[in-house]
């Protein structure tokens, strides 16, 4: 009973009280304790003490908004963007990029607190590598319409609500995508296509998608609709080359469903190329307007790298690259690889990695379409042993019986490709019954936001 008690939540909703901000969560929020209780407050730094107002109770924690700081970071710096506050997009644009950097390893370190068992403090968890420019690194933006005062607007709706902030000009996105977007913006409002609304549910043009090949300059965009027939379709299309001839690729992408995925099912092509072109160091890529590929390509390269180090390939191993995509890093890795095997379970990824495979002449891959943890016991019975498995899971982290498969197959190495320090964390404590985690290395990929990605090598004991 008596611990029951403890977790009570004794603030009230609109209380205010000062409090003195001890970390940074993982969202980015500042993270203080009032009488015990967990607070957590958009916006506030560690060290600062701020007066808080509590906006939300819930059983375990309290949310809270700054009243007034009292004494501020010597971190703290102005955000440069105007919408920054209202968008929510990025989270840390008030944090100078150097604390950044360091609060992010910071995060890593508390994941393993919360939900590991390791001595932290003996670990090798290196210091995050950054960008030279944390600004402008975003190839791809996706931006809802709306209509404002007789003007179309585009950008992102703002954090927990429905109300769309206009984002002309978003610094973390490559100023390509930026001009694009604004372009197509000012074609639609002189050629009056319908913008859908999201209360009415009539209208036409939904969001305005544009992705820019860093490396080759090639424009995509791709109009996503809430029905099939685009209205002035060939108008727009003749305008949209005539003021930007950079966009090599048009295509329309219908999306009738009440939801805040932005992609529908049907894509179809206006004019151009049905692909845009990326190249990665000596690596080039087709992407269509539905292919995932990474956001911030100069840090995607150094990503990778960290990969190709941890792995440290001799040429003599069987190497697994396991939610394997379209094979980006087992590529990567290829040429150290005595055998190279991917998997994954969308079939059109494994089209995509073979294709890529052949086209950069890696005779050495072999990728197949299914779970990890169904094929991968199949190769051993085969003799196929591998000595490196390479693992790049979604946010939720390996999946428990990909886990067990690792630990049944016993690789002398794994390398753990991480999005999110939570899941790395968890699945590093279930690991380490066989293996040792000889080092853990976050690299930021997108700079201005609490995200921070992490290479883990394991070896076995």
Known sequence: MKKQAEQKVFIKEK?????????????????????????????????????????????????????????A???????????????????LQHLEYVKQLELKRDIVIQSLERHTKFKVGQMDIRSTIGMDNPWHYRNKSQFQLGERDGKVIAGLYSLNSH??????????????????????????????????????????????????????GQVQVVLVTAVDELKRKDLLVAEIKKRLPEVASVMQNVNPRKTSIIFGDKTVHLSGKEIIEEHLEEFSYELSARAFFQLNPVQTVKLYNEVKNAAALTGKENVIDA?????????????????????????????????????????????????????????????FKPDVIIVDPPRTGCDQALLDTMLKSKPKKIVYVSCNPSTLAKDLQILSKQYNIKYIQPVDMFPQTAHVEAVTLLELK
């Open 15 to 71: 209380q205010t009280f000062p409090l003195t901000i001890k970390r940074l969560g993982i969202n980015g929020e500042g993270v203080g304790y009032f009488k015990r209780q967990v607070v957590f407050v958009p916006g506030a730094l560690p060290d600062e003490e701020v007066v808080v107002e509590a906006t939300k109770i819930h059983p375990k924690f309290a949310e809270g908004r700054i009243k007034k700081i009292r004494k």
């Open 73 to 91: 970071s010597p971190f703290r710096t102005k955000p440069p963007c105007p919408v920054y506050e209202q968008c929510g997009g990025c989270q």
């Open 163 to 216: 109300k769309l902030i206009d984002v002309p000009e978003c610094i973390v996105q490559q100023p390509e995508t930026n001009k694009v977007t604004n372009v197509i913006k000012q074609i639609v409002k002189d050629l009056g296509i319908p913008i859908y609304n999201e209360k009415t549910k009539k209208g036409v043009l939904r969001t305005i998608v544009t992705r820019v090949g860093i490396k080759t």
């Open 323 to 383: 939610y394997c995509g379209v094979g980006t890093i087992g590529l990567w890795v290829a040429d150290g690889a005595k055998e190279l095997r991917g998997m994954d379970i969308i079939p059109e990824s494994i089209e995509d990695a073979k294709k890529n495979a052949k086209k950069h002449g890696v005779e050495n891959a072999l990728y197949v379409s299914g779970k990890a943890e169904q094929v991968v016991p199949k190769w051993q019975k085969q003799g």
